[in-house]
């Protein structure tokens, strides 16, 4: 790897290819711990489930298996029969769901317990990790009772729609493990400019609902940039 990947589905082909050819195992986050050479795949899910799959059946060409951490309590709805499709393809693809949960109205573990019965439901799947949306926020400090947490000393995010560093390529280099996040909304067009990728690819496929957290990920995505 000689640059970090560009955004669209072919930079993420070209992402999941060069860590195949490195030699990398890429493992859901349920698996941190092996001591294979490994990248942890962790996807949160912000915006909507649309389009998904395509990225699922483009990890399956390289042998990848993923967490998707899903929220039951942002603007869509996973029990949405479209959307329970989506999640049980996921899982018949060997992927693994999580819960992405908000911590402004997930306050204890009970809250989570509801929201967990909820996804699995809508998955079929037995959750046993979560992450928190806004993980440095003081009200994602929730009790996790018996879901793990996903936690790697090495760790890259493409949060905010854009690389901090060239740690990527540092890690690859020296063919070290780590955990990878992704959010699949940042890799639906190869638009670079942040806000005009929203407006193209994020806001048409959102239902009206969903429309006003888009654009709240999109300051958030912003305000990284400040």
Known sequence: MTL?????????????????????????????GTSEQSVFMRHDVDCH?????????????????STWFVPVTFNFNVLH????????????????IGLHYDPLVTRTREDLRRQVRV???????QVRSVTSHKPGSIESRVDTGEWKVPIHSEYVSDSGRRWRDDRLMRLVH??????????????????LQLTDHFAHSILPRATRQAQQHAVDVLEDCLSHDA
Request: proline share 3%.
């Open 174 to 191: 020296k063919q070290e493990s780590f955990m990878l996040l992704t959010h699949v909304e940042h890799w639906l067009s190869s638009q």
């Open 49 to 65: 489930l649309d389009d998904i799959i395509q990225f699922a059946r483009l990890e399956r060409e390289f042998g990848c298996r």
């Open 81 to 96: 029969k479209p959307n329970v499709s989506v999640l049980r393809e996921l899982v018949a693809f060997g992927h693994n």
């Open 4 to 32: 970090m990947p560009a955004w669209g589905l072919t930079g993420y082909r070209h992402l999941l290819a060069d860590l195949a050819e490195q030699g990398y195992r890429m493992r859901p986050t349920e698996d941190i």
């Open 119 to 125: 996804l699995e439901n809508a998955s079929g799947f």
